[in-house]
């Protein structure tokens, strides 16, 4: 059973048709990375796979359960997909810990005591054991993203969703969110990351798929879709990243 099933999915937005029929799998613990130019519809198919955006048409399943169904409870599924933005978007006005521990508070129910435990571990995991009690304003770019992965962590998703987690950063702080991921998927970590990182999609990816305008246009090894890109599309999208 595939963890990620993505069946004919289309995003409309009024008359623009931002995702024109979007299939792919992503197997239980592989790394799937996305790439492709601005505009592609990277971002929104990630949102329509943790409905943050309500597909036009297709079908998202997520260990076999529908997210697109109707009568499927949203707010549970959502729960079961983790998501990384560009952008960190911590609370200013809390520590790392509690940062990590609100949702699982809020949303699972847990107790404070086994909220800051989960807390910790994934602080740990993430290599921030020691800035649990600092404040956003006080922790680098890099580690203000790998506190927002410990908080999507803490949450027990089946799915980590990245969306150009280290383009907002300064680049001597990409390596250490890099090496954070290589972890999770070396974990077994299921993942889709979308990413200009072509370094880390050739090392870490088992898939990699190249999107333009809406489509997929070519997908397989990393080796074959960045080393020896079928598709013109590709090797000009290539030849700018690289
Ligand atoms: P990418 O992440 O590949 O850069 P996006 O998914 O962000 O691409 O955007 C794809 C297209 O969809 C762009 O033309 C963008 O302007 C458009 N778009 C994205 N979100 C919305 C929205 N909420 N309303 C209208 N258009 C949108
Ligand atoms: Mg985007």
């Known amino acids: 059973m595939?963890?990620?099933e993505i069946r004919d999915l289309h995003k409309c937005f009024g008359k623009l048709e931002v995702l024109r029929g979007i299939d792919f799998t992503?197997?239980?613990g592989q790394v799937v990375c996305v790439i492709g130019p601005s505009g592609s519809g990277k971002s929104t198919l990630l949102r329509c796979v943790n409905l943050l955006e309500r597909p036009t048409s297709g079908k998202v399943l997520v260990d076999g359960v529908e997210l697109t169904d109707p009568d499927v409870d949203i707010d549970a599924a959502r729960r079961r997909v983790g998501m990384v933005f560009q952008q960190f978007n911590l609370f200013p006005h809390l520590?790392?810990?509690r940062n990590v521990t609100i949702a699982q508070e809020r949303v699972l129910r847990r107790g404070r005591a086994e909220a800051e435990s989960v807390a910790r571990t994934?602080?740990?995991r993430v290599g921030l054991a020691d800035k649990a009690d600092a404040y956003p304003a006080q922790l680098s770019g890099g580690q203000q993203q790998r506190v927002a992965i410990a908080r999507a962590l803490a949450m027990n998703p089946a799915l980590m969703?990245?969306?150009e987690p280290t383009s907002a950063l300064d680049p001597e702080l990409v390596g250490d969110v890099l090496t954070v991921m290589r972890q999770l998927a070396e974990?077994?970590?299921?993942m889709l990351v979308v990413t200009h990182e072509m370094a880390f999609a050739r090392?870490?990816?088992d898939r990699v798929v190249f999107m333009d305008g809406g489509t997929i246009v070519e997908e397989g090894p990393p080796g074959q879709v960045i080393g020896a890109p079928r598709h013109e599309r590709t090797r000009t999208f290539l030849r700018r990243v690289l």
């Open 2 to 4: 595939s963890d990620v």
């Open 95 to 97: 520590t790392a810990l």
């Open 122 to 124: 994934e602080l740990a």
């Open 26 to 28: 992503v197997e239980s």
């Open 203 to 205: 090392e870490v990816a």
């Open 187 to 190: 974990e077994g970590m299921t």
């Open 161 to 163: 969703l990245f969306d």
